[in-house]
């Protein structure tokens, strides 16, 4: 019954014309976040747009939650690369693109639509239907610490909890040199709150 919904919504989405910004900002349908998708991204907004939806109704996930992980991870420039290599839309790390049979120069010549299906393709190799937004990003960011109970600090072999919390500062909310998963959580909901997107 939940999945009937989930696909009911996508094809309401899919059926309101997408062509240009003013049908974007017609009516309650639209998601404030699927208006900063649009002005953020700088081609092939409509496919982007259709190629999200697209993805999301295999994955069995709201839409706004791939967008949100995104939109924070790499302002959804699918270009964006960091200090450590991490590129893309989701910012891949170098492991992941190998897994994935792809690099960092390969991303970055890909358009932003191609590379949708990368982010569909890692998030596939999860093998089970996200429960929320949660662990979405927590899949994104260090995929062994899904469904770890709040106490757990993101820390991983020859990775020490030190060095996650100085590469990723803003988790790290009482700046005490690590980053627990509630902490983690309570970032994403802060974050997701400020445009509009319920993570559960």
């Known amino acids: 019954m ?22 974007l900002t017609e009516g309650l349908k639209i998601s404030f976040m699927r208006q900063i ?70 991303l970055q010549a890909m358009s932003n639509v191609e590379q949708l299906e990368y982010v569909y393709r890692y998030y596939k190799s999860y093998g089970k239907r996200f429960k929320n937004a949660y662990d979405m990003y927590v899949y994104a960011f260090m995929p062994i610490g899904v469904g770890k109970p709040d106490n757990w600090v993101f820390e991983a072999k020859n990775l020490p909890a030190s060095i996650v919390a100085k590469q990723n500062k803003v988790f790290d909310l009482n700046k005490d040199g690590k980053i627990t998963m509630a902490e983690f959580k309570k970032y994403v909901k802060d974050f997701f709150d400020k445009y509009e997107i319920n993570p559960e």
Not at 38 to 65: G, H, M, R
Not at 68 to 95: D, Y
């Open 2 to 23: 939940k999945k009937l919904a989930y696909i009911c919504i996508f094809i309401s989405f899919l059926l309101i014309p997408l062509a240009t910004k003013e049908s």
């Open 37 to 106: 998708v649009y002005d953020s991204i700088k081609e092939n907004k409509v496919e982007f747009l259709n190629k999200l939806d697209s993805i999301s109704i295999k994955l069995q996930i709201n839409p706004d939650w791939l967008i949100g992980i995104m939109f924070h991870e790499s302002g959804l420039n699918h270009r964006a690369k960091n200090s450590i290599g991490a590129t893309g839309l989701i910012q891949f790390m170098t492991g992941t693109m190998k897994w994935l049979k792809t690099d960092s120069a390969k």
